[in-house]
């Protein structure tokens, strides 16, 4: 059977589980899209899961080339704002600036700005967390070396 003429632009596979490089197991749902490895031409990726538990997800400050979205919510339904309940602390800027989310937040990280450590060090309930980066491919900018996945 012929597939459809737009049938490659609904991407239905996309959970996923722990890239190769992480240091860490997360142990709610993940999801991903590979931006152009998975649509040609796709100028987007993101990742996203569900945190159960204190874990400290980025220990070492890095950069992006593009601009990047962190977003974290409540993930118990039907109301994803007001059921937060975690601390999670996060570093910013070269002064590694530190900021406590406490509530439902989207945090916008313009290209080239250092930003991380990123340690949910207090999770009551779960915590759904996405990450959208601007670009075709994932990467980041580490001590000056440049990892793309």
Sequence with gaps: MAENKYGK???????????????????????????SRTVPGAKLNFGGEVFVKPILLEKEPHTHDVDEYLIFMGAQLPDLFSNFDAEIDFWIGEEQEKYVIAEPTIIYIPKGLLHTPLNFRKVNKPVFFN???TASKFSKRMNGKLYSF
Excluded: C, R, T
């Design 131 to 133: 990450v959208i980066l």
């Design 9 to 35: 632009y609904l991407v239905k596979n996309f959970k996923s589980v722990p890239p190769p490089f992480a240091a860490h197991a997360i142990e709610g749902p993940q999801w991903g899209f590979d931006g």
